[in-house]
């Protein structure tokens, strides 16, 4: 099922499935990816996320991430839409790298 479908079947907004979103790629390829205890474990190792707002309230996993494509989540794990709601992205459709944070200002 596509991005833009599952936007706008179970979020009923058409307009966000054609927008960019900033996500964290957190696996690439070849990668055994899960999430268990509210933690990110990427090849059985759990990784260091600082920049996560709170730990997952959600299971995913153990998948391993197909080749030519990568697993993104958002910093704001319980409330993103991202790769652990919509599947693989393509890294073909990745477009871009964000270089600048200006929200919060605190954080700028």
């Keep these: 099922q596509a991005f833009r479908d599952i936007v706008e079947n179970q979020y009923g907004d058409k307009s966000k499935g054609k927008e960019a979103l900033i996500k964290r790629i957190v696996a690439v390829e070849g990668d055994k990816v899960e999430i268990k205890n509210g933690k ?19 299971a995913f996993g153990p998948v391993r991430v197909p080749p030519e494509n990568v697993l993104v989540l958002g910093d704001n ?8 709601i919509w599947g693989f992205l393509p890294t073909k459709n990745v ?6 944070v200006y929200w919060p200002p605190w954080r700028v």
Excluded: K, P, W
């Design 77 to 84: 794990r319980n409330h993103s839409l991202d790769g652990h």
């Design 95 to 100: 477009i871009g790298r964000a270089v600048f």
């Design 40 to 58: 990110l474990l990427i090849n059985d190792i759990e990784q260091e996320e600082a920049y996560t707002a709170e730990d997952a309230q959600y």
